[in-house]
């Protein structure tokens, strides 16, 4: 079985689409609003800016779109109330300022959208929200019921309650994970800079318009540093962009402070840094294995089962594996890698660790004398395996 639902596209089609032509097609758009994007120069919540986004937003939701918006600024709309300017650095005060803005930011939300026609539902997420299969899908419907009512999600982090273990590390993650959760069409990610720059900003860099595929070259130009007010960067938009991609759907980082930034994007007008997807879209069954799904190890294999799984779409069996790191049960996502720790693929596993060790490297006719019994004869199957382009 194929993990992949259309065709390949052609070099053509590929070309053909670098018009932007593909952006006013679009049906379903997740669009991201950092911090920075929000605030004024003192770091409070500027509600001008939000309301001109709020309002492009209702004109793409009228035009015949499904709107999804993933909003940070509530840490930053509830910082007055603490007397604070800066974002704190402690988890306390954190959780407080969200608790604070989260509620002051949402009604704005409801109040600028209803002014153009249209409701707006909260909605707060935690990592294992969508790390659960059950609660993934729940979260997956419950978005979809939305859309399906004309209704548009607004999204942030549960920051009042996520610890640092839990938490998705900044809201450019999470839109990635809710654009794969609902297959959206397109990720815009908006911050205060026109996209990927050829330098950091400041060291006079220009804008890279068009992304074929993300390289290791390009995390270096992104660097680290968020900001005083929120917790990403170019590194994590691009961390996003490349997990969209990856299964099959575009992305785009623009500046949201430019004019009717929304409206221009998405008449095909050629702003910000739009980034190419892979030839084929991943099906949702293997965007949970391959990108919510927390692996609990490492399953070393050799070159001859490399080319099996990469090539000609078999499934894992014990015969190709070399070694394994950590310690789970079965059922748990591991990851696959080559000797050297490239990872070629995710997937759900029939055995233990303990027992994993055990037939490491044997024929699989070999499983049930070692064993004991052999229930199953893959280690992991195909339809429980999903490639990681890396």
């Known amino acids: 079985m194929s993990e992949f639902d259309q065709p390949t596209r052609t070099n053509a089609d590929a070309a053909a689409e670098s018009d932007r032509s593909w952006i006013r097609r679009a049906t379903r758009v997740v669009i991201k609003i950092g911090s920075r994007a929000l605030?004024?120069?003192?770091?409070?919540?500027?509600?001008?800016?939000?309301?001109?986004?709020?309002?492009?937003?209702?004109?793409?939701?009228?035009?015949?779109?499904?709107?999804?918006?993933?909003?940070?600024?509530?840490?930053?709309?509830?910082?007055?109330?603490?007397?604070?300017?800066?974002?704190?650095?402690?988890?306390?005060?954190?959780?407080?300022?969200?608790?604070?803005?989260?509620?002051?930011?949402?009604?704005?939300?409801?109040?600028h959208f209803a002014r153009h026609g249209f409701h707006a539902a909260q909605v707060l997420l935690t990592h294992p929200d969508l790390r659960s299969r059950e609660r993934h899908l729940n979260a997956r419907n419950t978005l979809h019921r939305l859309l399906a009512g004309g209704i548009i999600p607004v999204i942030?982090?549960?920051?009042?309650?996520?610890?640092?273990?839990?938490?998705?590390?900044?809201?450019?993650?999470?839109?990635?994970?809710?654009?794969?959760?609902?297959?959206?069409?397109?990720?815009?990610?908006?911050?205060?800079?026109?996209?990927?720059?050829?330098?950091?900003?400041?060291?006079?860099?220009?804008?890279?318009?068009?992304?074929s595929k993300i390289t290791n070259e390009m995390f270096a130009l992104a660097g680290n540093a968020g900001s005083s007010i929120s917790r990403g960067g170019m590194r994590t938009k691009l961390q996003a962009a490349e997990l969209v991609t990856q299964s099959g759907e575009w992305a785009v980082i623009a500046n949201g402070r430019t004019e009717q930034i929304l409206r221009r994007l998405f008449a095909g007008e050629a702003l910000g840094t739009v980034f190419q997807p892979n030839s084929q879209k991943m099906r949702g069954r293997k965007r949970w294995i391959a990108f919510f799904e927390h692996p609990s190890g490492d399953v070393q294999i050799d070159d001859g089962a490399a080319r099996a799984l990469v090539h000609n779409g078999s499934s894992l069996l014990a015969a190709g594996i070399t070694s394994v790191a950590g310690e789970f049960e079965r059922g748990a996502s591991v990851r696959i890698i080559s000797a050297a720790g490239g990872e070629y693929a995710r997937g759900l596993v029939n055995f233990s660790s303990t027992d994993l060790r055990r037939i490491a490297g044997c024929r699989s006719d070999a499983i049930e004398s070692i064993l004991g019994s052999a229930e199953f004869t893959e280690v992991i199957h195909r339809d429980n395996l999903t490639l990681i382009d890396s």
């Open 39 to 111: 605030v004024d120069e003192q770091n409070l919540l500027d509600s001008g800016q939000l309301e001109s986004l709020t309002r492009q937003m209702a004109e793409l939701q009228r035009a015949g779109k499904q709107v999804i918006c993933v909003s940070s600024g509530a840490v930053a709309a509830g910082l007055r109330e603490l007397g604070l300017n800066d974002r704190p650095g402690d988890l306390p005060s954190l959780q407080a300022a969200a608790a604070i803005g989260q509620a002051r930011l949402i009604e704005l939300y409801r109040q």
């Open 156 to 211: 942030n982090e549960n920051d009042t309650v996520s610890v640092d273990e839990m938490r998705f590390g900044d809201n450019d993650r999470l839109s990635a994970l809710v654009a794969n959760l609902v297959h959206a069409d397109v990720l815009v990610l908006l911050t205060v800079t026109d996209g990927l720059l050829t330098a950091l900003t400041g060291e006079g860099g220009t804008l890279i318009p068009f992304v």
